[in-house]
Structure formats: structure tokens, C-alpha cells
């Protein structure tokens, strides 16, 4: 089998290549990576010289490239992971969003349908539903929650589940969507959250909190996340909407003062700061139909999983480094120096 990993430098794309190369050693993996400031090549250092796994360099929107990669390739499964991710970029700039979210996955689509593939899964978000309230907490996200969209960034992850559902209904392309609540883990890109705050509070630098740190956020391990991906593509039902979540709802602050305590470091770093713009209060996810249908149970809880994770990045020090300093963008020249692209 082969399978063609879309946005693999990234978070939760490099944790799926590692999942797959040990989950299924006998399958070919490709990894397409536009390498945006969110890309770091260096996270997949470890497994650049693995026969069974190659990298390209390229741009989802690239349709000459796609089309000649698949022609190439003949994937047998098409993993979407490609997206520009941050809420808050979004907010400054929705113009890249709308491209990549979304006009990237039509040309993905239309090289799957041209060329077919066993399957195509769409790596989606519960921000597609918007939020929910904080008084309700009996209220969860189902597959047949509405779309109502908050973000240039939720508006275009929307916008691309559409587009997944318009080509199973019209072209019948083999489509599965997945929508995940908020992942943790190794290798997050440090803007995001729980990565931002363990680099800072490092420095005892400020710990810039939105609003009140009231807002909920579903937290799960990437490596639960991971293992649903596999079981969707390889168990999940053609044209099917899959939840993942694990029931771990934390404030944002209960999630700071955690971090704070296991690096030993004061909550007096805390600095409540302007609210984002249209910010979603509450994420919760009922993923039953996933764990009915497929077995799926997440494994990690997150009282360990964030333990873990502050160790991880506390072990990893110079990975968070070199993206503070930039470095980690000369990497891709020094592996390539010499060759045309492709590894
Ligand atoms: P990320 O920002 O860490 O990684 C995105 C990757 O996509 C980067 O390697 C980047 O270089 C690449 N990329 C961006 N634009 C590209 C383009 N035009 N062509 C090719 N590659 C491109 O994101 P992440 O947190 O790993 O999220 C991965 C996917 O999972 C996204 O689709 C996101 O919507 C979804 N998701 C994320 C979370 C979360 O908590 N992080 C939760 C649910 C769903
Ligand atoms: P984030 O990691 O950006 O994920 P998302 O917006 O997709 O849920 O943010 C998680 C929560 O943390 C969200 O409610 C916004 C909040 N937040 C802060 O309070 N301070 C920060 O510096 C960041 C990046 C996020």
C-alpha cells in the first residue's frame, strides 16, 4: 500500500508518518510538505533515510505537481493533513487560509478522482461547529451538529468538508472526514497553546492568557488522534463523518497553572491579555459513534499525557530553539544541498 501524507513537517502530520511507518512497515509512505513557517523537516530527520518513506517538497495548490505525483505514485490512500492551522493568523490574515484549506483540498480531490485512490481522508476540527456554551455542559458535539463557523480558519476547514462531501456524492470519490478536538503532544509548533506557554514559562518570560481563561478547550493526545486516522482510513465507512475526542475538557487557565506546576514555575508569570476576536468558548466532543464503530478508545490520559509532553519538550529543548531563532528553516537547504527536491 501507499500512502501519500499531506502536511507531514508539521504537528500531528509528523507524529502520523512515525504512526504509520511502525503501524504498518510493510507500507510506502510519501509525505508532501509545502514547509510554510509551520513546516519543520527537521522533526522528520529520523526517518528521511527509511527506505519505505520519501519527502516532497511541494504545495497542495500546486495542481501540475499534484497531478504528476499522483501519475507517479499511485497512491492507494490520501491522508489531508495540509492546512494553514492557527486561529489567530486567520484573524490577520484569512487569504492563505481560504487558499490552502481549501482550494488545496479541491486539487488533492480532483487528483484522486483522475487517478483513484482506495481512499481519501479529509483530517477535519470540531471548530467546525462552532462552540457551545459554558452553562451547558450536557451539550457535546455529534457528527449531525450543524456547521456554523466562528474563524476564517473554521470557515475554511468547513468549506473543505463540504467540497470532501460534494465529491463523494457527485464524482464518488471513497472520502472519510475526521473531526478532532484540540491535540498535545510532541512537536507542536510553539504558537499554539500548551507548547507556547512551556517555552516562555521556561524563560520566565509572560504568559499571555486571552480574555479570562475561561474558554474550554476537548484536549487530546496526538497520538490517540493518530490511531483513530489509521482505524478511519483503513475500518471507517466511505462518505462518513468520524468524531475524536477523549472527554478531557480543562479551562485554558487550569491547563496554564498545570504546565506551571509541573515546570515548578510561578503562576505569577500569568498575564490575562486582550481576548481574541470572536473566540469560541466551549469544544466537547461526543465521539461514541467512533468508538462504537470502530473500537476506538483513546489511551492517554491527560493528567499523564501533559506530564509526558512538558518532559518531552523539556528533553527536546534545542527543537524549540531552533523554531524561537529561525534555524530550523536552513534545514531543508542542508539536507538538500545538491539534490533536486525530492528525497
Ligand atoms: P501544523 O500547522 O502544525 O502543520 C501544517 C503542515 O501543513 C505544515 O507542515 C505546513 O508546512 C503544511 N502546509 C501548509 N500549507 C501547505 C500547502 N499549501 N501545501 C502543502 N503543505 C502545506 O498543523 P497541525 O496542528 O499539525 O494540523 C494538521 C491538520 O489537523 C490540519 O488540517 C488541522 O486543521 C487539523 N486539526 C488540528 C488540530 C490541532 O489541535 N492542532 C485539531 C484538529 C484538527
Ligand atoms: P490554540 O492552541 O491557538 O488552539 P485553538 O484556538 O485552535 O483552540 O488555543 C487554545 C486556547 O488557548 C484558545 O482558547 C485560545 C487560548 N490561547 C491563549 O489564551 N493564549 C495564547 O497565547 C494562545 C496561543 C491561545
Not at 510493510?26 to 527509511?50: Q, R
Amino acid at each position: 500500500m501507499k500512502v501519500l501524507v499531506t502536511g507531514g513537517a508539521g504537528f500531528i502530520g509528523s507524529n502520523f508518518v512515525f504512526h504509520m511507518l511502525k503501524a504498518h512497515p510493510d507500507y510506502d509512505i510519501v509525505c508532501l510538505d509545502a514547509l510554510t513557517y509551520a513546516g519543520n523537516l527537521s522533526t522528520l530527520a529520523p526517518v528521511m533515510k527509511e527506505g519505505n518513506f520519501s519527502f516532497v517538497k511541494g504545495d497542495i495548490t500546486d495542481r501540475a505537481l499534484i497531478m504528476d505525483l499522483f501519475a507517479k505514485e499511485k497512491f492507494d490512500y490520501v491522508v489531508n493533513f495540509a492546512a494553514e492551522s492557527h486561529v489567530d493568523r486567520s484573524i490577520e490574515d484569512p487569504g492563505v487560509f481560504l487558499r490552502t484549506n481549501i482550494l488545496g483540498t479541491q486539487v488533492l480531490l480532483d487528483a484522486s478522482r483522475v487517478y483513484g485512490v482506495k481512499r481519501f481522508h479529509q483530517v477535519s476540527t470540531d471548530e467546525v461547529y462552532g462552540d457551545l456554551p459554558l452553562d451547558r455542559p450536557d451539550l457535546f458535539f455529534t457528527e449531525e451538529t450543524p456547521i456554523k463557523t466562528s474563524s476564517p480558519y473554521s470557515a475554511s476547514k468547513a468549506s473543505a468538508d463540504l467540497l470532501v462531501e460534494a465529491y463523494h456524492r457527485t464524482f464518488k470519490v471513497p472520502v472519510t472526514i475526521s473531526r478532532c478536538s484540540n491535540n498535545y503532544g510532541p512537536y507542536q509548533f510553539p504558537e499554539k497553546l500548551i507548547p507556547l506557554i512551556i517555552s516562555r514559562a521556561l524563560k520566565n518570560e509572560t504568559l499571555p492568557v486571552y480574555g479570562k481563561g475561561e474558554n474550554v478547550r476537548d484536549w487530546l493526545h496526538v497520538d490517540d488522534h493518530c490511531a483513530a486516522i489509521d482505524l478511519i482510513l483503513h475500518q471507517g465507512k466511505e462518505g462518513e463523518v468520524y468524531n475524536i475526542g477523549g472527554h478531557n475538557e480543562k479551562t485554558n487557565l487550569e491547563v496554564v497553572k498545570t504546565i506551571l506546576k509541573e515546570l515548578g514555575k510561578p503562576e505569577s508569570l500569568i498575564t490575562f491579555v486582550k481576548d481574541r476576536a470572536g473566540h469560541d468558548m466551549r469544544y466537547a466532543i461526543d465521539p461514541s459513534k467512533t468508538r462504537r464503530e470502530l473500537n476506538w478508545e483513546p489511551t492517554i490520559l491527560f493528567n499523564e499525557g501533559i506530564k509526558e509532553t512538558v518532559k518531552w519538550y523539556l528533553e527536546h529543548n534545542e527543537w524549540l530553539e531552533e523554531i524561537i531563532s529561525g534555524d530550523y528553516r536552513e534545514y531543508y537547504q542542508k539536507f538538500y544541498e545538491g539534490k533536486d527536491g525530492e528525497a
